[in-house]
Each structure stands twice: as structure tokens, then as C-alpha cells.
């Protein structure tokens, strides 16, 4: 019995190394702070797989974390940003999560609609772009990361951003959108003018989009009429499920069977 309990033990623990690269282990989740251009420096959550340079993924998150923070999502059982950095890390991608708060008291979503001007939303998602740019910034220079091996993703109000932020900024090796916003008061920023062929013919990375069988129906509309279509004809690489089990909410956790469609997805276009 001792030597089937040895047994057990080691086979385990071959199992669980055999997840991960030989030569790399998780490290654990820290908080940076980010400079963003033009405005004031993020906090972000940076999960770091130590071992030869590896591939990143920068994760934006929706309005709930904007309007709450990270701390104030969590108890309000809303998004835990750390979740998706730790199951990217388990994938073997070096993963970053910023804590964007711009305009938190003045544009943000309750119940029956919208609070905030087109101003204000239009100030969101400049922000945000700029954002992701403070993160790229910061994982190039890092010397765990692969500079030519960043990926952009996004959820929600995330989803919005990570979309134009591929749209204005070259180089990124894969794109994922979760579930993408509308923001329709972001008017010249909102998901319908970022599907426009003319935005979506500068990307020039892989695209994975996300959407809930019960998700918001304009998400479901707009990704189903605009995005995958023109995408399509723009003869872009597109990978999408729009057939998950769940709603907009859905989204809140990393849930496996999103996963499993996302690490085919990086492990093609990232690695």
C-alpha cells in the first residue's frame, strides 16, 4: 500500500507539471502602478509566469469594476479581475488587469439604462484606450515578456475598448473580446462604429469573440449583423461562439467552457 501511495503521489504531481512549461512556474499576482498618458496612473493587477520570455495578455475590464474598484466589484459579486489573470497564468501567458477609474461618479450604467453625457462616455473610452497603451508599455519592457507576443482582451466596457484599441494601434498578435459593449452614448466610440469595415480593415491581429446565448440582445445583434460579418468580408482571421450558457453576467467568472475555446485560441495565435 506504501509503495501505490509513492506511486500516486508522483504521478500527480507529473500531472500537474505537465500543465505548465518545464521550465516555468507561476509566480504569483502583485499590483503595479501604471502612467497613462494624459492622465493619472492605474493600478494593476500583473500575474508573471517566470521562466524564458513568454507571451502576454492584457485583460480590460467592464463598467461594474470602473464604477466600483476592484475591492468594491468583488463584494458586490461582480468581476474579480485577479481570476482571469490567474487563468491566464495557468495557460503560460504573462497577463496584466489595470484598474480603470476615470469618471466612475459620473458614467456608469444602473438599472433601466445609462448615467453620464456623451462627453463623458466618449472621455471612458479615450481613457481606457490610453490605458491599454500604459500596459503594452509596461509589459514591453519587462524582461519576462516577449514584446512581439502581446495580446489585447476585454470584457463588457473592456470588450469596447480592447476592440478600437485594436483598431488604432498595430502589432498585437491576438485579439478577445468578451461579450463587447454597445456604449451607445459613446456615440463616435460606441461597438457600431467600431464594427465599421473601415475601423475593422486596420486590425491586424486574430479575433475571438465571446457572446452569451441570453446575452444583451443590441450585444447580440451588432456582433451577429456587423462585426463577424465584416470581419468576414475583410477576410480577417475570426474565431466566435456566440452559444455559451449564460447571459452578460456570465462573463464575471472564467468559466471552462470558455476556456477551453480560448486556449486553442492563444495556443494557435500567441505561442
Given at each position: 500500500?506504501?509503495?501505490i501511495?509513492k ?7 507529473a500531472i ?20 497613462v498618458e494624459?492622465?493619472d496612473s492605474?493600478?494593476?493587477?500583473f500575474?508573471?509566469v ?5 507571451p ?8 461594474g469594476?470602473r ?6 466589484s468583488?463584494?458586490?459579486a ?17 497577463a496584466i488587469?489595470p484598474?480603470?477609474?476615470h ?6 450604467v444602473?438599472?433601466?439604462?445609462t448615467v453620464?453625457?456623451t462627453?463623458d462616455?466618449?472621455?471612458?473610452i479615450?481613457?481606457?484606450i ?7 508599455i509596461?509589459?514591453t ?9 502581446i495580446?489585447?482582451?476585454?470584457f463588457s ?5 480592447t476592440?478600437?484599441?485594436?483598431t488604432?494601434e498595430?502589432g ?6 468578451l461579450s463587447?459593449?454597445t ?5 463616435k466610440?460606441n461597438?457600431r ?10 486590425i491586424?491581429a ?17 456582433t ?10 475583410l ?6 461562439h456566440?452559444?455559451y450558457p449564460g ?6 467568472e472564467?468559466?471552462d467552457?470558455l ?13
Amino acid at each position: 500500500m506504501k509503495i501505490i501511495g509513492k506511486f500516486f503521489i508522483v504521478l500527480s504531481f507529473a500531472i500537474s507539471a505537465w500543465g505548465l512549461d518545464a521550465d516555468r512556474a507561476i509566480a504569483g499576482i502583485e499590483w503595479v502602478d501604471l502612467k497613462v498618458e494624459g492622465a493619472d496612473s492605474v493600478r494593476a493587477a500583473f500575474g508573471v509566469v517566470k521562466g524564458k520570455k513568454s507571451p502576454a495578455v492584457i485583460f480590460s475590464h467592464g463598467t461594474g469594476v470602473r464604477r466600483l474598484g476592484h475591492q468594491g466589484s468583488i463584494n458586490k459579486a461582480h468581476m474579480d479581475i485577479t481570476h482571469y489573470v490567474k487563468e491566464l497564468n495557468k495557460m503560460g501567458y504573462i497577463a496584466i488587469a489595470p484598474v480603470r477609474s476615470h469618471l466612475s461618479d459620473t458614467a456608469y450604467v444602473q438599472r433601466g439604462g445609462t448615467v453620464g453625457s456623451t462627453d463623458d462616455w466618449i472621455a471612458v473610452i479615450e481613457n481606457g484606450i490610453q490605458v491599454v497603451k500604459a500596459a503594452r508599455i509596461f509589459l514591453t519592457s519587462n524582461a519576462n515578456v516577449d514584446p512581439n507576443r502581446i495580446a489585447i482582451m476585454g470584457f463588457s466596457e473592456g470588450g469596447n475598448i480592447t476592440l478600437w484599441s485594436a483598431t488604432r494601434e498595430s502589432g498585437y498578435r491576438a485579439v478577445v473580446l468578451l461579450s463587447p459593449a454597445t456604449i451607445r452614448d459613446a456615440r463616435k466610440y460606441n461597438l457600431r462604429q467600431a464594427t465599421k469595415k473601415s475601423n475593422l480593415s486596420s486590425i491586424d491581429a486574430p479575433v475571438f469573440l465571446a457572446v452569451g446565448e441570453d446575452d444583451i440582445r443590441p450585444i447580440r445583434m451588432i456582433t451577429s449583423r456587423r462585426l463577424v460579418p465584416n470581419l468576414q468580408e475583410l477576410e480577417k482571421t475570426l474565431v466566435f461562439h456566440t452559444d455559451y450558457p449564460g447571459g452578460h453576467k456570465w462573463f464575471y467568472e472564467p468559466r471552462d467552457a470558455l476556456l477551453n475555446d480560448l486556449k486553442l485560441f492563444l495556443e494557435k495565435h500567441l505561442r
